[in-house]
């Protein structure tokens, strides 16, 4: 437990919206802007206990705004499982691969971006999945709410205190 720890941030509705470091939310708790909802044994600073979940005092409306693609998003949303062999890795030993390969234009893209294993990444080289003749799993998607939700779920897994406000 550090400062950079995970923290959940909770709507004023008690939404779940997003995923923050500790610093970030003892800002937000500092200011004002947020409660605290539940907290780690250990202090941080004087007599602050870790934060593990705050929820923001006032009301936010959450855009539908997409995110930017990330390896980690990618890796969650594909659950750790290489797309062209099905073989599931701890994330330290999964590559991301462009299905169309960046050189031959393919973006930065969630539609363009899956999990992949080492050994895949090697076998597919510079190709398209066609070229290879290796077949996607499945269809990669935009990062969507719900993949969102998928993402704080694999994050919080770790601490009990965020399964009763992601578990419904
Ligand atoms: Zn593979």
């Given at each position: 437990m550090t400062?950079?720890?995970p923290v959940l941030v909770l709507n004023a509705s008690y939404e779940p919206v997003s995923v923050c470091a500790a610093r970030r939310a003892i800002t937000l708790l500092v200011k004002g802007k947020a409660r605290l909802e539940?907290?780690?044994d250990a202090c941080v600073w004087k007599d602050m206990?870790?934060?593990s979940v705050i929820r923001l005092s006032r009301y936010r409306k959450i855009p539908q705004r997409r995110h930017d693609?990330?390896?980690r998003g990618v890796l969650a949303r594909d659950q750790y499982t290489c797309q062209y062999c099905n073989a599931q890795s701890p994330?330290?030993?999964l590559t991301i691969d462009h299905v169309v390969p960046r050189s031959r234009g393919g973006g930065d893209t969630w539609e363009n971006l899956v999990a992949c294993c080492a050994p895949c990444n090697r076998r597919k080289a510079n190709r398209t999945p066609i070229e290879a003749g290796m077949a996607l799993a499945r269809p990669p998607r935009a990062s969507q709410l719900h993949t969102t939700r998928q993402m704080m779920r694999s994050m919080g897994a770790e601490d009990p205190k965020w399964r009763k406000y992601l578990y419904f």
């Open positions: 400062i950079q720890s539940e907290c780690h206990r870790l934060p693609a990330t390896r994330a330290a030993r």
